[in-house]
T-cell receptor, first 112, second 113 residues
């Protein structure tokens, strides 16, 4: 059974810092990996999707990498801003009925 | 529409009542998913539709939960005889066939008193 772990569970940094969020998964047989953002009381917003054949994806200040063989992904946020404060969720798509297994998220606070 | 929409956004009900939650997926998305997010918990998969068919209903927590999808579009999640442990945010997502990017709705926050 696929398990997804996100470290750290919570992170608080001053505005302007670069930071890295980590995601690890136990079964490397995945189709893709997706990073989501969830604001309090809201749904999930898709940030980046990396196909299993890809190594990284970039969108603005966000860069996500995937090392499928070692079961790891990182989300790099450059020049963090208070508006980046949210919970960031990692999810891998594999087999099974729904196929998407989520981590419990990293709760990020960017201090102004 | 531009995104996945869900209604109502909030629902407060009394224990024992039935509730219906609605999801309007992105036009053209054939796959639709329901999840539950309880306080402090991760996302719990409930059910997945491909078109109007639900290949696997094993994620539904009990027989009080049911879901349907009509016309390959709108889906309704019904909870009968609600219990306090049903209180959660119910999220809907849609995508092109299963392997593609999933887009989530804003969720319905259900509170059972």
């Amino acid at each position: 059974k696929q398990e997804v772990t996100q470290i750290p569970a919570a992170l608080s940094v001053p505005e302007g810092e670069n930071l890295v969020l980590n995601c690890s998964f136990t079964d490397s047989a995945i189709y893709n990996l997706q990073w989501f953002r969830q604001d309090p009381g809201k749904g999930l917003t898709s940030l980046l999707l990396i196909q299993s054949s890809q190594r990284e994806q970039t969108s603005g200040r966000l860069n996500a990498s995937l090392d499928k063989s070692s079961g790891r992904s990182t989300l790099y946020i450059a020049a963090s801003q208070p508006g980046d404060s949210a919970t960031y969720l990692c999810a891998v798509l594999g087999g099974g009925a729904d196929g998407l297994t989520f981590g419990k998220g990293t709760h990020l606070i960017i201090q102004p | 529409g531009a995104g996945v929409s869900q209604s109502p956004s909030n629902k407060v009900t009394e224990k024992g009542k039935d509730v219906e939650l609605r999801c309007d997926p992105i036009s053209g998305h054939t796959a639709l998913y329901w999840y539950r997010q309880s306080l402090g918990q991760g996302l719990e998969f409930l059910i997945y539709f491909q078109g109007n068919s639900a290949p696997d209903k094993s994620g539904l927590p009990s027989d009080r939960f049911s879901a349907e999808r009509t016309g390959g579009s709108v889906s309704t999640l019904t909870i009968q005889r609600t219990q306090q442990e049903d209180s959660a945010v119910y999220l809907c997502a849609s995508s092109f066939p299963r392997d593609y990017r999933r887009f989530f709705g804003p969720g319905t926050r259900l509170t059972v008193l």
